[in-house]
Structure formats: C-alpha cells, structure tokens
C-alpha cells in the first residue's frame, strides 16, 4: 500500500494481500512504532483485511492530566507542563492527518475495533486541552458519532466515548452540542445496565456534571429519570463515582424549580448520611453533599426535612468572633446545663479536666443520661476548636470557593451543631449571637431537639439576653425562647432561671412591636397556664410527688453518687408572682384584649386567669377596668358579619377567623366565670349586659367545642339572680338548644365507645321527654337523624331503645320522614319487629308512622 498527500488530505489506499503501512512524510517507523516529530507514537498493527488503527498513548505530552475548576461547577482536565507553542505545531501538524482519519474512523460503516481505537486516540489526544478539542470539533460529526458508541458493548469503547464527551462538555462553547446530540439520554441508557465498571461510570457522570453546568440543560437533566440513578450512585464503592453523582446533583440543586423532585427521589437522607461523624467520606463529596443540602434548605418546609435527618444549619460567623471566647480557667467539670459535679482531685489550669470528663462520659460507671452524654461530648469538641483556633477555618475556606450559593451557613451533625449554638450565644458580636438564636428558633422543630438544647445549656445566656439593649438580639433571643418553651421541661428550666421578670418587664412596655408581643405572651401563655398542676400530675410523673422532689431525685441520679449538686426551685417560688403581676401589667394585659388580635385575646385572657387563681392577686384585678376587655373579646367583628359579607370573601378565611374568634371568646369565658366565684366581682360585674353578649355568642357559628365554657358561664351569671333549672327560663332552654343537644349528638357521631353512645342517646330522650321547645328540631338540624337509625342496629337494649323514642317524637313533623327513610331506618325497624325483642312493638309503631 501506498500513501500520498492530496489538497492537504490524507488519502489511503489497500492493495490486497500486501501490509498496509500509513507512513506520511517525514514519519519514521521504528518496531512498528510510528514516531511523528512532535513525540506522538501511534502503534501500527496488522490485520488480514485491514491493518489495525492509529492511536495516541497516555504518555502523548509526557505527564498525566490534572483535573482543575473551568468556572466552578464543572470540571477540565488540563495539563500545566506542556508547551502551549508545541500544541499548536502538533495541531497544525496532525490535524490535517491524523484527526481526519480517527473521525472518519468513527463511522458506523467500519469494524467495531477500529472504531473503539479511533475513540480512544480521539479522547487521548482531546486530553491536551480546549485547543486539541477544537481540532477535532472543526470535523462534522465527531459528537454524534462519539455519541452512537456508548451503545457498544465494549467496555473499552464505552469508557473512551464517555472521557472524550467528558472532554467536549467541558469546553463551554461545546456544551449543548453534546446535548443536541442525545448524550443526556443515550447516558441515561448507558448508566442502567447491570455491569459497569468504576471508570466507565466516572466518565460518563461527569459528563453529566459538566452538562450541568448550563441551566437549560440542567433542566433538561432533571426532568428525565436520571435523578433515582445519581442518588444511588452515591453509595458506590468507588468515591470518584460518587464525587461526579454528587457533583451533577450540586448543579441541579442551583435550580430552585428541581428542589420538589430531588426531594421526592429521596435525595435528603442520602446526603445527611454523607455529612454525619461517623460516615467516612472524601472532602469533595461531603462539600457537595453541604452544597445541595444548603439550596435546599432555602424552603423552610425543606429545612424541616434536613434537621429530621440529624442536620442543624449553623451560621458563619467567622474565625474572629471566636477570640473573645475565654474558656473558664480553675473551674470545677460541670454539665453543660450547669449542673455542677464535685471532684476531689484540682481541676487543670487549661480544662483538661473538663476535656478529660468529656472524653470519658462513656464510662460504664457513670450513671448519665444519654442526653446530658451527648451534650457533654459536643460541648468538648466545640470548645476544644475554639481553644486552639481551629473553628470554623475550614468552613470559612470552603465557603470562598466551594458554597457560592449559600456562604454564611454550614451543616454540622446535631451533636456538634447544638453546641456550637451554644457557643456562639457566649461570644460578645452581637450579629453573632442574633444569628445563633434565629437558628435555635429554627432547629426546635421537636421534642429531642428542645431538650438537646436545655441539656446543652443554651437556657441560660438566652435569659440573660432577653435584656439585651440591641433590638435585634433581643428579638432573636426570644424567639428561639418561645420556640423552646413548647416543651414543659424548658418551662421548668425558664422558672428556675426566673425569666419571668425580664419577659413579664418587656411586655409591660405598650412601645414594643406587635411580633415581640405575641412572642412574649406565647411564652408566658406556657408558663403560666392555669392548667399546668393539672398537667404536670399526668405528664411529668408520679401524682404522689411534688414537682421539686420529682426534680431532685431526677438530678441526683445522674452521677449515682451524693457529690451531685441539686438544687432546683421555681421561679414560682422564689420570686413573689404577685410582686411581678402589678396593676400596670395587667392593665396591660386588658389593653391587648381590647386592641389585638382573636390569637393575643386569648393569651392575654389565659394570663389574666392563672392571676385570678391567686388570691392575692385578686384585689389588682378589682382594681383594673377588666369589664371592657371582656367586652371587647365578646363582641368579635367576625361574628357580626352577615352571610351576604361572607360569601363575597374568600370561605376558607372566614372560617379561620371563625376558629381564632371561637378561642378568644372561649378563654374569656373561662376567666369569667373563674371570676364570678368572687362576691366582690359579682358586685361589680354588669351580669345582664355579659349574659346578653354571651347568649348572642352562643346561637353564633364558632365550633361546638368553644361553645363549652359559654354555656358554664351563662349558666353562672344566670344564677346571681337566683338558681332555676326551669326549662322554661331563656337562658337554659338557649344552653341545651345550641350546647347540649348538638354536644350529645357530636358524642353519638364520633365516639367509639358503646358506654358513651349510650349515654348521650339516653341523656338525649331524657330531655326531649320533657317537652323541650324545639328540641327535636334541634336534633333533626344538628343532622342527628343518622346517628340514631346507625345505633338502632349496632347499640345496647337501653341505647337502642332511647333511640327509638327519639325517632318516634320526630317522625311526628312528616318533613323528617325522607331523612330517617335516607338512613336505611325501614328495612333496620322490619328487623326489629321480625326479631320480636322487647321493643319490637315500639318499632312497629315507628314504622307505621312512615311512609311505606
């Protein structure tokens, strides 16, 4: 065979039976080795058709490739030792010979083999960089070409197709020619088959991250079903493959629009697992797991799915605001609740002791909570970074290059993350401690996270900053507080810590802001419940024992020894509550229920009740014109709307409104009527004026169950002009029409209990009997009819009796015929009568009675 140079084309012919050898000018062939002067060695090899293909070696510039960052999401493989003038003496050199040949090469019209040798020689010489790739690109379809190989069987062709797209993608200019030519979907193919080795998935899913890297085609990587595949990928064995699945994942995470599917493909867990202690993992694959988890955690709704992982998002607040930390130097070891632990031998001038107490809390001798445990651990890491200087440097360098979307916040596991809160609430940078609070608000979506942080001892310095002259702290502050505060064990602690002075002094100013209003009244709300002995007997333990011995022998057994200090006393006791509710505060309290909102009506009034629990508090109360706040709460807008205003606004709201007015109203009723146990506030109440209002809210539309304490209220003014169970007395025959016929009829409804059915259905016939006005009009309206035929087939003797009763007196009114017929009572009364049980003859009648 001969070769010849045409028009700058390389030209080659076979002669059949001879060896071909391709040998252009000035080439020399040593050990069928073909050396070009630029150093290429291209192998010759011989075949009984045709000769074997060119291709490059790895050694083609002397040294392996070097992965770098081309714009920060995407990746390039670029070698920093070659010649960029020995580049472009190869490209002229070649491109005319080699690459026209390798292209052509690639055709589906040639052996299987000799295209596998011309992808590879392609994706080693496309290694050189964006020049070597716009060689080869300057040739018309070299992608699409590239692109039908991954459907080979070869592993070999596979891997080098996929590294010489991998090359293409990484070039900007390039990127939607690789998507154009269906690189996304033969790779979403390619990645599904059963056996694939680690280099051709490498290839092949950065190829995919490079891809990316352009929104459009983001869009397009999300929206096919390649988002379960990377997800699994993230637990391959090699960790190249997991760095490219996490690298595409970051990509699409940038995209606000893909959130909703990366979440419902499960992407959440995957990635917290990434990120937790005792996961070993590359730095790249866990700055790639921050990177998705931080866009994520935008949605608040999303961030509540992260912190459920065992993940808190922790700010930044920079390496200097962590030198004005001074570790306490000659101090006992303590909880980090500030349980103090005595121990006979001197503590370390440096905190080892504490160090060494925090290294060994595992001891099997120490009788620990596992709570108090892990607080104790977090807190000696956190503070063993903040000794040697070594917090946050690595978050700060990772967030100059590697968390652009989302710089000033990190994700630690919940251990570390509560006592680096804790920490930060210690420092002096007001924007600091803001930060820290706002993220305890934040993480205190449960139970275990409240406590985590009450045995992390944030309760503390949050109190002592409620008087913080920033308003911003201040704010932050109590927010997290009343986040906190949801559960009864930060409560206790708040009691202990007597926040009520600072919180009870704060609301006592009228110029605070509305927000800061309701936070305050929402913590005090909790503390001060009036409920709260009745619910501490039930949930905090055993009825026989008081809080404070519950306490101490709580706190005593968390070292098993008698060295534990223990001293727990609320701030009920030790400060004097009646000192801290004055006039002026509950002065305040009546202005809210005046002015504010259906939700602060309802916390003021919870206060204004538990005073009214305390005597002594009483004669404050008397004092403060609290009648015009009632007033106030009775009269609420929403009730006095007409239904031509309501169908003109949107149902939904209105029905809210509807709920919040319905709690307000319920609340003040209830401090009514603890108030009309006192003479004094009889005297001076205007009983008819509130018994007016009251009965007024009572034929309203607020749910059943608020109508509750109406009623007992009313039935408690009712009786300053003396008692009368009269059902003929306004007042009673209101109460049992729009109270108790529709609470029995409720009970009948949803109740599974066969003694409560019966009950109601019985207490139910006792009042129709008695020839109550309205009262089976009542019940065919509050849609009891249904309830009653339902107990006919399933009730006792006496509940189905009853029943029949009550059916008998409403099927005297022919319009509630069509409902009893609608609830199947016919073919239930012929049972009853065919059965002959006791009161098959009461059945009888009803079933004559209808129209059958």
Not at 120 to 148: E, H, R
Not at 342 to 369: F, H, M
């Amino acid at each position: 065979m001969t070769t010849s140079i045409v028009n700058s084309k390389l030209k080659m012919t076979t002669s059949i039976g001879g060896q071909l050898l391709l040998k252009p000018p000035n080439y020399l062939v040593k050990g069928g080795v073909l050396q070009t002067p630029v150093g290429i060695s291209v192998t010759v090899r011989r075949r009984k058709a045709y000769n074997r293909l060119l291709f490059f070696h790895n050694h083609c510039y002397g040294v392996n490739p070097r992965l770098c960052s081309n714009d920060g999401r995407g990746e390039v493989y670029v070698n920093p030792h070659q010649d960029v003038d020995m580049i472009k003496d190869s490209a002229s050199n070649t491109g005319d010979g080699y690459i026209a040949l390798f292209v052509r090469m690639l055709g589906l019209d040639h052996d299987p083999l000799d295209r596998e040798q011309a992808v590879i020689a392609l994706w080693k010489y496309s290694l050189g960089g964006k020049q070597c790739v716009d060689m080869i690109l300057q040739f018309p379809g070299s992608v699409n070409l590239t692109v039908n190989l991954l459907r080979s069987e070869s592993h070999a062709t596979c891997e080098a197709a996929a590294g010489f797209l991998r090359m293409i993608s990484s070039v900007n200019m390039y990127r939607e020619l690789v998507a154009d030519s269906g690189a996304i979907e033969e790779i979403n193919a390619f990645l599904r088959r059963s056996s694939l080795s680690s280099d051709v998935k490498e290839q092949s899913l950065c190829t995919l991250w490079n891809l990316s890297v352009d929104e459009k085609l983001t869009n397009k990587i999300a929206k096919s079903d390649l988002l379960p595949l990377l997800i699994k990928f993230l637990e391959d064995e090699d960790v190249r493959v997991k760095e490219a699945a996490g690298g595409v994942l970051a990509n699409l995470a940038l995209t606000a629009s893909n959130h909703n599917n990366m979440i419902e493909a499960g992407v959440v867990p995957k990635l917290a697992m990434l990120l937790k202690n005792e996961v070993e993992g590359s730095k790249v694959i866990k700055n790639e797991a921050r990177n998705v988890l931080l866009e994520l955690a935008k949605d608040e709704y999303r961030k509540i799915l992260i912190l459920e992982e065992g993940l808190l998002l922790v700010p930044l607040v920079g390496a200097a605001a962590y030198k004005s930390f001074r570790p306490a130097l000659y101090s006992w070891p303590s909880l980090p609740d500030g349980t103090k632990i005595e121990q006979n031998p001197k503590p370390s001038r440096y905190g080892a002791s504490e160090l060494l107490l925090g290294l060994n809390i595992e001891d099997k001798n120490a009788n620990i909570e596992e709570e108090k445990m892990k607080a104790m651990v977090g807190r000696t890491r956190q503070q063993f970074l903040a000794r040697i200087g070594a917090i946050e440097t690595e978050e700060q360098n990772t967030s100059r290059g590697e968390l652009p979307s989302n710089p000033r916040f990190t994700l630690l596991p919940w251990i570390d993350g509560v006592a680096r809160l804790a920490l930060i609430l210690g420092l002096e940078d007001e924007s600091a401690i803001a930060r820290a609070a706002d993220a305890i608000a934040d993480a205190s979506i449960n139970e275990h996270m409240r406590v985590s942080f009450k045995e992390a001892g944030v309760i503390n310095p949050l109190v002592r900053l409620i008087n913080h002259p920033s308003d911003t702290v201040k704010l932050a502050v109590i927010r997290a507080i009343q986040s906190l505060s949801i559960s009864n064990d930060v409560c206790q602690r708040l009691e202990e810590q007597n926040a009520l002075c600072s919180l009870i002094y704060l609301l006592s100013n009228s110029e605070i802001s509305k927000s800061l209003t309701r936070m305050i009244l929402d913590i005090l709300t909790r503390i001060l419940d009036p409920s709260k002995e009745m619910k501490s007997m039930f949930y905090n333990g055993p009825v026989n024992g008081s809080i404070k011995a519950r306490s101490a022998a709580r706190n005593a057994g968390l070292t098993g020894n008698e060295n534990m200090k223990v001293a727990s006393t609320t701030s009920l006791e030790t400060a004097n509550v009646v000192d801290l509710l004055d006039s002026i505060v509950l002065s305040r309290l009546v202005d809210i229920m005046r002015t504010s909102s259906p939700d602060l009506q309802r916390k003021a009034a919870s206060i204004l009740e538990f005073a009214a629990v305390i005597e002594a508090c009483m004669e404050k109360i008397l004092s403060i014109d609290l009648e015009t706040g009632l007033d106030a709460v009775f009269q609420q807008k929403t009730l006095n709307d007409t239904e031509s205003e309501v169908d003109m606004q949107n149902p939904e709201l209105h029905a809210l409104e509807v709920e919040e007015a319905g709690h307000a109203i319920s609340a003040a009723s209830r401090l009514l009527t603890r108030l009309l146990d006192f003479e004094k506030f009889c005297h001076k109440v205007n009983a008819s004026h509130f018994t007016k209002l009251l009965r007024k809210v009572l034929k309203s539309d607020i749910p059943l169950y608020h109508k509750d304490w109406v009623a007992a209220c009313l039935v408690k003014l009712s009786y300053l002009s003396g008692p009368n169970f009269d059902y003929d007395n306004p007042i009673n025959l209101e109460v049992t029409l729009y109270e108790t016929i529709p609470r029995l009829i409720e009970q009948m409804k949803t109740s599974y209990s066969p003694e409560v059915e019966e009950a109601a259905v019985v207490e139910l016939n006792r009042i129709i009997s008695e020839e109550v006005v309205n009262s089976t009009r009542a019940v065919a309206a509050e849609g009891g009819i249904f309830p009653l035929v339902k107990l006919l087939e399933n009730g006792s003797e006496r509940a189905v009796e009853a029943a029949l009763a009550i059916l008998y007196n409403l099927s005297m009114e022919s319009e509630n015929h069509a409902a009893i017929i609608a609830a199947g009572g016919v073919p239930i009364l012929r049972r009853l009568v065919q059965a002959q049980r006791s009161h098959w003859m009461r059945a009888l009648r009803l079933l004559r009675t209808l129209p059958t």
